[in-house]
């Protein structure tokens, strides 16, 4: 090495002119260290606060009877959903029995079975074949698979 790297290397690793350096880097890392933690503090508190106010807020919801008829918990404060008044259902009577026909003609029976192969597998030869003497090509895609490329056609 010459003269001008290993000045070089000294101002960048050696301690010679900066007797301090060390104890800055080490503050600078303690002080990065210090904020990441406080942070970290930081948020674990803010969630926890988001979640008491959460459970606050549906406890209060709830209680105050937005959660529908009966939503009122055992006890809680607030008041209970009053039911509609007797006057604004008008009971009908309905038959106990009531019988239904049914037109036979209008019923169809279906029968379904599993569909059969509406194809053929056809192997390479007959692929090809089926090219009508265009310059094609066959590309293997896996095993037991291919894809036919047209290779000089106008379409």
Not at 42 to 56: D, H, I, Q
Not at 85 to 100: G, K, N, Q, S, Y
Not at 131 to 140: K, M, N, S
């Amino acid at each position: 090495m010459n003269d001008s790297q290993e000045e070089l290397l000294a101002d960048l690793f050696g301690d010679a002119g900066r007797p301090d350096a060390r104890a800055r880097q080490r503050e600078a890392l303690l002080g990065a260290v210090r904020r990441r933690n406080r942070m970290r503090r930081w948020r674990s508190r803010t969630a926890a606060a988001g979640v008491a106010l959460a459970v606050v807020g549906l406890w209060w919801g709830w209680s105050s009877g937005w959660g529908g008829a009966g939503a009122r918990l055992a006890g809680a404060p607030g008041p209970m959903i009053a039911r509609p008044e007797a006057d604004a259902i008008a009971p009908t009577e309905l038959p106990r029995l009531e019988l239904v026909a049914t037109d036979p003609r209008a019923v169809e029976v279906v029968h379904s079975q599993p569909a059969a192969r509406l194809y053929r597998e056809i192997d390479e030869t007959e692929l090809l074949s089926l090219a009508g003497g265009e310059p094609v090509a066959l590309i293997p895609q896996g095993p037991g698979r291919a894809e036919l490329v047209f290779l000089a056609s106008e379409n």
